[in-house]
Protein backbone atom coordinates (compact mmCIF):
# COMPACT_ATOMS: atom_id res chain seq x y z
CA UNK A 1 0.00 0.00 0.00
CA UNK A 2 1.56 3.59 -0.76
CA UNK A 3 2.61 5.83 2.10
CA UNK A 4 1.90 8.93 2.40
CA UNK A 5 4.34 11.91 2.59
CA UNK A 6 3.62 12.19 6.61
CA UNK A 7 4.48 8.67 7.26
CA UNK A 8 8.39 9.14 6.05
CA UNK A 9 11.22 10.53 8.24
CA UNK A 10 13.09 12.96 5.52
CA UNK A 11 15.69 13.22 3.16
CA UNK A 12 19.13 14.09 4.34
CA UNK A 13 20.54 16.27 1.27
CA UNK A 14 24.30 16.18 1.27
CA UNK A 15 26.43 19.20 -0.01
CA UNK A 16 29.95 19.70 -0.43
CA UNK A 17 31.89 22.17 1.62
CA UNK A 18 34.76 22.99 -0.81
CA UNK A 19 34.50 26.13 -2.62
CA UNK A 20 37.81 25.77 -4.45
CA UNK A 21 38.92 23.27 -7.20
CA UNK A 22 42.08 21.94 -6.00
CA UNK A 23 44.87 24.30 -5.93
CA UNK A 24 43.43 26.14 -9.02
CA UNK A 25 42.06 28.92 -7.32
CA UNK A 26 38.82 28.58 -9.08
CA UNK A 27 36.07 28.37 -7.62
CA UNK A 28 33.39 25.72 -7.23
CA UNK A 29 30.64 24.44 -4.62
CA UNK A 30 27.62 22.40 -4.87
CA UNK A 31 25.69 22.69 -7.99
CA UNK A 32 22.46 24.63 -7.39
CA UNK A 33 20.40 23.07 -10.05
CA UNK A 34 21.09 19.49 -8.59
CA UNK A 35 20.25 20.78 -5.41
CA UNK A 36 17.17 22.69 -6.05
CA UNK A 37 15.49 21.03 -8.95
CA UNK A 38 15.01 17.51 -6.98
CA UNK A 39 13.58 19.46 -3.98
CA UNK A 40 11.38 21.40 -5.47
CA UNK A 41 9.80 17.83 -6.58
CA UNK A 42 10.22 15.86 -2.69
CA UNK A 43 8.40 19.16 -1.37
CA UNK A 44 5.66 19.03 -4.43
CA UNK A 45 5.35 15.34 -2.59
CA UNK A 46 5.44 17.23 1.05
CA UNK A 47 8.46 15.11 2.15
CA UNK A 48 10.28 16.84 4.38
CA UNK A 49 14.48 17.42 3.39
CA UNK A 50 17.20 18.27 5.56
CA UNK A 51 20.56 19.75 4.55
CA UNK A 52 24.08 18.76 6.00
CA UNK A 53 27.68 19.41 4.70
CA UNK A 54 31.20 17.70 5.91
CA UNK A 55 31.96 20.49 7.44
CA UNK A 56 28.52 22.05 8.45
CA UNK A 57 27.41 25.92 7.98
CA UNK A 58 27.20 27.42 4.99
CA UNK A 59 27.29 25.82 2.10
CA UNK A 60 29.24 26.81 -1.26
CA UNK A 61 26.80 27.25 -4.00
CA UNK A 62 27.99 26.94 -7.49
CA UNK A 63 25.78 27.73 -10.74
CA UNK A 64 24.08 30.88 -9.95
CA UNK A 65 24.66 32.40 -13.10
CA UNK A 66 21.65 30.48 -13.92
CA UNK A 67 19.25 32.43 -12.20
CA UNK A 68 16.87 32.18 -15.34
CA UNK A 69 16.01 29.14 -14.30
CA UNK A 70 13.02 29.47 -12.59
CA UNK A 71 13.25 26.95 -10.44
CA UNK A 72 16.69 27.77 -8.98
CA UNK A 73 15.30 31.55 -8.80
CA UNK A 74 12.50 30.58 -6.72
CA UNK A 75 14.38 29.44 -4.21
CA UNK A 76 17.43 31.25 -4.48
CA UNK A 77 14.85 34.07 -3.32
CA UNK A 78 12.93 32.17 -0.33
CA UNK A 79 14.79 33.43 2.79
CA UNK A 80 14.10 28.95 4.32
CA UNK A 81 15.91 27.89 1.55
CA UNK A 82 18.46 30.46 1.46
CA UNK A 83 18.38 29.96 5.59
CA UNK A 84 18.98 26.08 4.95
CA UNK A 85 21.68 26.18 2.68
CA UNK A 86 23.66 28.69 4.89
CA UNK A 87 23.10 26.77 8.55
CA UNK A 88 24.14 22.90 6.95
CA UNK A 89 24.55 20.52 9.63
CA UNK A 90 27.91 18.95 10.25
CA UNK A 91 26.90 15.21 8.64
CA UNK A 92 29.73 13.95 12.18
CA UNK A 93 26.52 15.38 13.84
CA UNK A 94 23.82 13.13 11.88
CA UNK A 95 22.17 10.81 13.20
CA UNK A 96 21.45 8.34 9.87
CA UNK A 97 18.23 6.64 11.67
CA UNK A 98 16.48 9.59 11.14
CA UNK A 99 16.20 9.66 7.33
CA UNK A 100 14.57 7.48 4.52
CA UNK A 101 17.08 8.47 2.52
CA UNK A 102 20.61 10.30 1.64
CA UNK A 103 20.47 12.34 -1.65
CA UNK A 104 24.18 13.81 -2.28
CA UNK A 105 24.44 16.38 -4.67
CA UNK A 106 26.97 17.61 -7.16
CA UNK A 107 29.31 20.19 -7.96
CA UNK A 108 33.10 19.99 -8.62
CA UNK A 109 33.53 20.07 -4.77
CA UNK A 110 32.46 16.78 -4.20
CA UNK A 111 35.15 15.39 -5.77
CA UNK A 112 37.16 16.69 -2.97
CA UNK A 113 35.88 16.12 0.32
CA UNK A 114 32.80 13.18 -0.18
CA UNK A 115 35.18 10.37 -1.27
CA UNK A 116 36.85 9.95 1.93
CA UNK A 117 34.44 11.74 4.39
CA UNK A 118 34.01 9.02 7.12
CA UNK A 119 31.20 10.92 8.35
CA UNK A 120 29.32 10.24 4.85
CA UNK A 121 30.42 6.83 5.07
CA UNK A 122 28.68 6.25 8.05
CA UNK A 123 25.23 7.73 7.42
CA UNK A 124 25.39 5.75 3.70
CA UNK A 125 26.22 2.49 5.55
CA UNK A 126 24.07 2.92 8.33
CA UNK A 127 20.99 4.33 5.94
CA UNK A 128 21.25 1.44 3.25
CA UNK A 129 21.12 -1.34 6.47
CA UNK A 130 17.94 0.20 7.61
CA UNK A 131 16.39 -0.39 4.34
CA UNK A 132 16.85 3.24 3.08
CA UNK A 133 17.41 4.70 -0.02
CA UNK A 134 20.95 6.04 -1.14
CA UNK A 135 20.77 8.36 -4.09
CA UNK A 136 23.43 11.18 -6.03
CA UNK A 137 23.35 12.83 -9.18
CA UNK A 138 26.33 14.47 -11.19
CA UNK A 139 29.43 14.47 -9.31
CA UNK A 140 27.67 13.14 -5.73
CA UNK A 141 28.10 9.75 -6.49
CA UNK A 142 31.74 10.55 -5.43
CA UNK A 143 30.50 9.78 -1.84
CA UNK A 144 30.50 6.50 -3.07
CA UNK A 145 33.63 5.57 -4.45
CA UNK A 146 34.62 4.64 -1.14
CA UNK A 147 31.50 3.36 0.17
CA UNK A 148 31.08 0.22 1.44
CA UNK A 149 27.80 -1.73 3.00
CA UNK A 150 27.70 -3.37 6.84
CA UNK A 151 29.39 -6.34 5.76
CA UNK A 152 31.95 -4.59 4.55
CA UNK A 153 31.56 -4.45 0.93
CA UNK A 154 32.00 -2.20 -1.40
CA UNK A 155 28.53 -0.15 -2.23
CA UNK A 156 28.61 0.29 -5.75
CA UNK A 157 30.32 -3.27 -6.67
CA UNK A 158 28.12 -4.92 -9.23
CA UNK A 159 25.48 -2.11 -9.24
CA UNK A 160 24.11 -0.42 -12.33
CA UNK A 161 24.50 3.40 -12.02
CA UNK A 162 25.03 6.59 -13.53
CA UNK A 163 27.54 9.70 -12.71
CA UNK A 164 29.27 12.28 -14.43
CA UNK A 165 31.15 10.65 -17.56
CA UNK A 166 34.51 10.95 -18.52
CA UNK A 167 33.29 12.73 -21.44
CA UNK A 168 31.39 15.46 -19.76
CA UNK A 169 34.44 15.87 -17.38
CA UNK A 170 36.61 16.21 -20.86
CA UNK A 171 34.01 18.36 -22.17
CA UNK A 172 34.43 21.03 -19.38
CA UNK A 173 38.23 21.24 -19.19
CA UNK A 174 38.13 19.18 -15.80
CA UNK A 175 40.26 16.45 -16.47
CA UNK A 176 43.54 17.43 -15.39
CA UNK A 177 41.75 19.72 -12.34
CA UNK A 178 39.49 16.97 -10.43
CA UNK A 179 41.76 14.59 -8.48
CA UNK A 180 40.12 11.38 -10.06
CA UNK A 181 37.66 10.77 -12.88
CA UNK A 182 34.49 9.54 -10.97
CA UNK A 183 33.39 7.17 -13.99
CA UNK A 184 36.41 5.15 -14.25
CA UNK A 185 37.10 4.92 -10.65
CA UNK A 186 33.13 3.63 -9.72
CA UNK A 187 33.97 0.97 -12.74
CA UNK A 188 37.22 0.04 -11.04
CA UNK A 189 35.06 -0.18 -7.90
CA UNK A 190 33.19 -3.03 -9.73
CA UNK A 191 29.96 -0.63 -10.97
CA UNK A 192 27.87 -1.45 -13.89
CA UNK A 193 28.68 2.49 -15.08
CA UNK A 194 25.51 2.98 -17.24
CA UNK A 195 26.63 5.63 -19.75
CA UNK A 196 25.31 7.97 -22.17
CA UNK A 197 25.88 10.64 -24.51
CA UNK A 198 27.29 13.88 -22.75
CA UNK A 199 24.34 16.05 -21.28
CA UNK A 200 21.52 13.18 -21.58
CA UNK A 201 19.11 13.08 -18.61
CA UNK A 202 20.09 9.45 -17.12
CA UNK A 203 18.80 8.28 -14.37
CA UNK A 204 19.48 4.84 -13.05
CA UNK A 205 17.62 2.60 -10.26
CA UNK A 206 19.08 -0.49 -9.14
CA UNK A 207 17.13 -1.66 -5.91
CA UNK A 208 17.76 1.02 -3.07
CA UNK A 209 20.04 2.75 -5.39
CA UNK A 210 18.90 5.70 -7.38
CA UNK A 211 21.80 8.01 -9.15
CA UNK A 212 21.94 10.34 -12.34
CA UNK A 213 24.38 11.85 -14.44
CA UNK A 214 24.48 15.46 -14.88
CA UNK A 215 22.71 18.15 -14.19
CA UNK A 216 20.35 17.15 -16.68
CA UNK A 217 19.16 14.35 -14.83
CA UNK A 218 18.62 16.44 -11.76
CA UNK A 219 14.45 16.64 -11.51
CA UNK A 220 14.54 13.15 -13.33
CA UNK A 221 16.20 12.04 -10.48
CA UNK A 222 14.02 13.85 -7.56
CA UNK A 223 10.85 12.07 -9.58
CA UNK A 224 12.50 8.84 -9.12
CA UNK A 225 13.34 9.46 -5.47
CA UNK A 226 9.59 10.73 -4.39
CA UNK A 227 8.13 7.60 -6.13
CA UNK A 228 10.29 5.18 -4.39
CA UNK A 229 9.88 6.86 -1.15
CA UNK A 230 6.02 6.51 -1.31
CA UNK A 231 5.58 3.33 -2.99
Known sequence: MPKSASELKPVLFVL????????TGLPTGFNVAEVTHPLEKLQAAGIQVEFASPQGGAAP???MEDLSDPVIARYWNDAVFRHAIANTLCLDDVDPSRY?????AGGHGTMWDFPDS???????REIDAAGGIVSAVCHGPAALVNARRADGSLLVAGKRLAAFTDGEEEEVQATAIVPFLLASTLTQRGALHQNTPNWSDNVVVDGRLITGQN????AHLGLVLRDALLA
Open 16 to 23: TSVNVKGD
Open 100 to 104: SAIFF
Open 215 to 218: PQSA
Open 61 to 63: PDG
Open 118 to 124: AAAHRAI
